[in-house]
């Protein structure tokens, strides 16, 4: 699949985004390895602290329907900056993906890439309990 292909389905998964409070809307795709996508966007509660990231939609779907191994992340806002993944996606993606690729967008859909390892160095996974 093509980065395009992955951030247009992150763009589509945006439009379900439930931000009636920020009214900033994220849309996610996650790639799994071999081939599926799953989506997920933004869904925010008036108790601020159980907003869930798109990112983490995406995963908890994925996740709960037996896929572990992923390749490729695409993260959309509706802003002119990137969408970077927060602190706590970065950490629940390096879980599953410490090598995973991770592009991030504008709402112009112009994006970069960078490796999850970077966004999060010395991230915490489970050869960490080692």
């Known amino acids: 699949m093509t980065d395009e292909k992955l951030l247009e389905l992150a763009l589509d998964a945006r439009k ?6 920020s009214g900033y809307a994220v849309g996610a795709a996650l790639l799994t390895e071999d081939g599926k996508v799953f989506a997920g966007c933004n869904i925010e509660n008036a108790a601020y602290g159980n907003t869930l990231c798109a990112e983490r939609t995406a995963l908890v779907k994925a996740v709960s329907e037996g896929c572990r191994k992923f390749t490729r992340l695409a ?14 996606c970065r950490q629940m993606l390096y879980e599953f993906a410490p090598d995973l690729e991770v592009l991030v967008a504008r709402k112009d859909h112009q994006f970069v890439k960078f490796p999850l390892r970077a966004l999060l160095p010395h991230g915490f996974g489970p050869e960490s309990l080692d």
Request: a negative charge.
């Open 75 to 88: 993260v959309v806002g509706n802003s002119t900056d990137y969408c970077w993944p927060c602190g706590v």
């Open 16 to 21: 379900n985004a439930y931000v009636p409070y």
